[in-house]
């Protein structure tokens, strides 16, 4: 399988080089050249444990010998505390897609336990060291340290904003205490130490000179390991039900966990309907159901991971709504950059898979403790909002799977406010508490970052 840029520069790549380029150069986001058809296999592959599964899938699309590949596999959930690896358990009307049994807690570690093993396997035989760089509001962040720690050729640098990230995220992340770990603490906004990383990543000298590393969501191998959890849901639920279909609802930031949905629906498993669901910050609910995609401010919610009003993922969609045309897709780009709005037109259709909705503060926290109080069941701040938009849309005769981002003790204080009660507890959590910790604070300054980086880093 190769891998061209959306905007069409530069020369197909594979897999592996796909992994370690992250963002195109031109600026594109890489994208496998077609999908394979696998509705052939769908009977055979509802059999699979959920490594064996990952096998399957992650090899169409891979150029690694099988045997290493498996190996990544194996590895990369291993760490997780469920034997199913991502399990499916049925509360009340829907069914809720447990991805957050992984070393932080959320669903993000599926991607990153994977792609950092990638990182490594590919350093070791080929030689050479890493330096990976990332800015975090919470999530991301600890799941790319717990990724990354402890391995001998990549060292990690992750900015968080000084005293703006929960603490109990804060601690996920600073009572890593291994040599290669280097938390930031910049005094200034998210939006600085994301501006921080964009710049030192756009400055070519320093990032081939120190080899920089981004571990974001744009990343084809995060999207790739995502897929496999919609062929395991899927796959498990047809085969319970008998039903001839299902239905996904997705708690949406960046648009690459609900991307995933639409490559697997593509691929062949039968998905009636992808839920997008967002809270206040809906550019993409307004996208699906207007076809303009225009930026709004951000507002900070209780579902944080969800802030965001530019999703990084989303031209992956857009280029096969443009009949993968990268001349049209750049012109799109290009005004969304100008103006913060693009729009389709009719000429490009419209798309029945999406089904769009937003569930408001007050409707996730209503959520929250209505499952609590009727089947006794948590659902953190983000899965609620899949779940709310989710029950807009109940189908009779197609069961709806909705995917569960985050363990709900990682936001404890919602779960407060929704129940009354302080339930939300995780063992893993419980033992941050007394850790010791290691960060350092430095101001929101491009080269305090750089200096950092070069003193720390392996050339
Ligand atoms: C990152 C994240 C999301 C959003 O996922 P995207 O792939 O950015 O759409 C939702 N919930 C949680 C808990 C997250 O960490």
Same mark, same amino acid.
């Given at each position: 399988?190769?891998?061209?840029?959306?905007?069409?520069?530069?020369?197909?790549?594979?897999?592996?080089?796909?992994?370690?380029?992250?963002?195109?150069?031109?600026?594109?986001?890489?994208?496998?050249?077609?999908?394979?058809?696998?509705?052939?296999?769908?009977?055979?592959?509802?059999?699979?444990?959920?490594?064996?599964?990952?096998?399957?899938?992650?090899?169409?699309?891979?150029?690694?010998?099988?045997?290493?590949?498996?190996?990544?596999?194996?590895?990369?959930?291993?760490?997780?505390?469920?034997?199913?690896?991502?399990?499916?358990?049925?509360?009340?009307?829907?069914?809720?897609?447990?991805?957050?049994?992984?070393?932080?807690?959320?669903?993000?570690?599926?991607?990153?336990?994977?792609?950092?093993?990638?990182?490594?396997?590919?350093?070791?035989?080929?030689?050479?060291?890493?330096?990976?760089?990332?800015?975090?509001?919470?999530?991301?962040?600890?799941?790319?340290?717990?990724?990354?720690?402890?391995?001998?050729?990549?060292?990690?640098?992750?900015?968080?904003?000084?005293?703006?990230?929960?603490?109990?995220?804060?601690?996920? $992340?600073?009572?890593?205490?291994?040599?290669?770990?280097?938390?930031?603490?910049?005094?200034?906004?998210?939006?600085?130490?994301?501006?921080? $990383?964009?710049?030192?990543?756009?400055?070519?000298?320093?990032?081939?000179?120190?080899?920089?590393?981004?571990?974001?969501?744009?990343?084809?191998?995060?999207?790739?390991?995502?897929?496999?959890?919609?062929?395991?849901?899927?796959?498990?639920?047809?085969?319970?039900?008998?039903?001839?279909?299902?239905?996904?609802?997705?708690?949406?930031?960046?648009?690459?966990?609900?991307?995933?949905?639409?490559?697997?629906?593509? $691929?062949?498993?039968?998905?009636?309907?992808?839920?997008?669901?967002?809270?206040?910050?809906?550019?993409?609910?307004?996208?699906?159901?207007?076809?303009?995609?225009?930026?709004?401010?951000?507002?900070?919610?209780?579902?944080?991971?969800?802030?965001?009003?530019?999703?990084?993922?989303?031209?992956?969609?857009?280029?096969?709504?443009?009949?993968?045309?990268?001349?049209?897709?750049?012109?799109?780009?290009?005004?969304?950059?100008?103006?913060?709005?693009?729009?389709?037109?009719?000429?490009?259709?419209?798309?029945?898979?999406?089904?769009?909705?937003?569930?408001?503060?007050?409707?996730?926290?209503?959520?929250?403790?209505?499952?609590?109080?009727?089947?006794?069941?948590?659902?953190?701040?983000?899965?609620?909002?899949?779940?709310?938009?989710?029950?807009?849309?109940?189908?009779?005769?197609?069961?709806?799977?909705?995917?569960?981002?985050?363990?709900?003790?990682?936001?404890?204080?919602?779960?407060?406010?929704?129940?009354?009660?302080?339930?939300?507890?995780?063992?893993?959590?419980e033992r941050l508490r007394d850790l010791p910790t290691r960060s350092v604070e430095m101001p929101a300054d491009l080269d305090a970052v750089r200096d950092y980086v070069k003193a720390h880093g392996v050339e």
């Open positions: 399988m190769s891998y061209i840029s959306t905007r069409g520069g530069g020369a197909p790549m594979g897999f592996t080089q796909a992994a370690m380029t992250g963002l195109a150069e031109d600026g594109g986001l890489l994208v496998p050249v077609s999908l394979p058809d696998v509705s052939g296999r769908l009977g055979e592959w509802g059999e699979l444990s959920y490594p064996d599964l990952a096998l399957e899938v992650m090899g169409l699309f891979s150029d690694l010998e099988r045997s290493d590949l498996e190996g990544l596999v194996r590895r990369s959930y291993g760490t997780f505390r469920h034997p199913e690896v991502t399990p499916v358990v049925e509360v009340g009307r829907v069914r809720i897609l447990e991805l957050f049994h992984g070393p932080t807690l959320a669903f993000k570690d599926v991607a990153l336990q994977f792609l950092c093993n990638l990182f490594e396997l590919v350093l070791g035989r080929e030689g050479g060291h890493l330096n990976i760089l990332g800015a975090t509001s919470g999530d991301t962040g600890s799941a790319a340290i717990h990724g990354a720690k402890g391995r001998e050729r990549i060292r990690i640098f992750i900015m968080h904003p000084h005293g703006r990230v929960s603490p109990l995220q804060e601690r996920q $992340m600073t009572t890593v205490l291994d040599e290669n770990v280097f938390n930031l603490s910049v005094h200034g906004t998210f939006d600085d130490c994301q501006r921080i $990383m964009k710049t030192l990543f756009e400055d070519v000298e320093f990032k081939s000179g120190y080899s920089l590393g981004a571990i974001n969501s744009v990343n084809w191998a995060r999207v790739l390991a995502q897929i496999v959890y919609y062929f395991y849901a899927g796959l498990r639920t047809l085969k319970e039900t008998g039903a001839e279909a299902v239905q996904f609802s997705v708690p949406t930031g960046n648009f690459g966990d609900v991307l995933a949905g639409y490559y697997a629906k593509k $691929m062949g498993l039968p998905v009636r309907t992808l839920m997008v669901a967002t809270n206040e910050n809906d550019i993409l609910a307004r996208f699906f159901q207007t076809g303009v995609y225009a930026k709004g401010e951000v507002v900070p919610t209780i579902s944080p991971s969800m802030d965001i009003q530019v999703a990084s993922n989303f031209e992956r969609y857009l280029f096969d709504r443009v009949g993968q045309d990268s001349g049209v897709l750049r012109d799109l780009m290009a005004r969304f950059g100008r103006t913060g709005s693009c729009s389709l037109g009719p000429e490009h259709g419209g798309d029945r898979l999406f089904y769009a909705g937003v569930g408001t503060t007050k409707d996730t926290l209503e959520v929250i403790g209505r499952y609590h109080r009727e089947y006794g069941y948590l659902l953190d701040p983000h899965t609620a909002v899949g779940v709310h938009v989710a029950e807009q849309a109940l189908s009779e005769d197609v069961p709806t799977i909705c995917l569960a981002t985050a363990h709900p003790a990682k936001f404890g204080d919602a779960i407060k406010d929704a129940t009354g009660e302080d339930l939300a507890r995780h063992e893993v959590l």
